[in-house]
């Protein structure tokens, strides 16, 4: 919620006051990431990840978000809406890892999910939500990866985990006093995703190898043959 601001989930919804957004079941744990707005059918689901983790594992944990929360709220009787992704910078390369994922064999989606994890039923949860996402629409997402990254891998190097946490929370100190609002934005981004994984995966090679990979265009097919169409506004990089 704090991610989302109550604006940009009014603007989904087509109202036009954020006073009109409200959280359905707000006690429940899955119906409490649910938005709407008073006379429209339409709902919006807000996923919650841990950033520092790999691409891979990010899309395991937002896929079992996503299908536990739609299963609970709607039913077959509701002819099982379409479903409409929106993603912000990374949460753009999350969602096309999640529409991927399902082409991968079980062991891969069994180191995907992590310990315990049931690579049949990740699938079927993957598929299920693939087969009813009607596009994905991703705003500032590093889809050829950015130079941010790479630069943040030769920091990570040279000073380790530890330093380099150390180096960004002098630098944000700083830029803070010098007023640099760009520059600041860059090293919030570099202190919140320091984690070598998602560096590598953040990188513009590592994207490249994903794109030619496991987020090749051809992977988000649905059961019928058709594409999930990807709609690119900005590219974060």
Known sequence: VNYW???FLAGLLGVESAGAVRCEGAKD???RHFFGAPG???QVLVTYRDSRKPLPAQ???VASQLYEAYVARFSPTDGYPQIVLVGHSLGGL???YLLSCPQLDDRELAKLGGAGTDPVALRQRMAFLRNRTL???TLQTPHEGTPVADHAQKLQAILGQAGMQAALKEA????KLQQAAALKSVAAFMKDLCSAAVLADLSTAGMKRLNAGDLRPDRARRDDGSLVPVLVAGSGD
């Open 5 to 7: 601001r109550q604006d």
């Open 29 to 31: 744990p899955v119906r």
């Open 40 to 42: 429209t059918r339409d």
């Open 59 to 61: 899309a395991a944990a």
């Open 94 to 96: 999350v969602a096309r």
């Open 135 to 137: 596009c994905l629409a």
């Open 172 to 175: 944000a100190g700083l830029l």
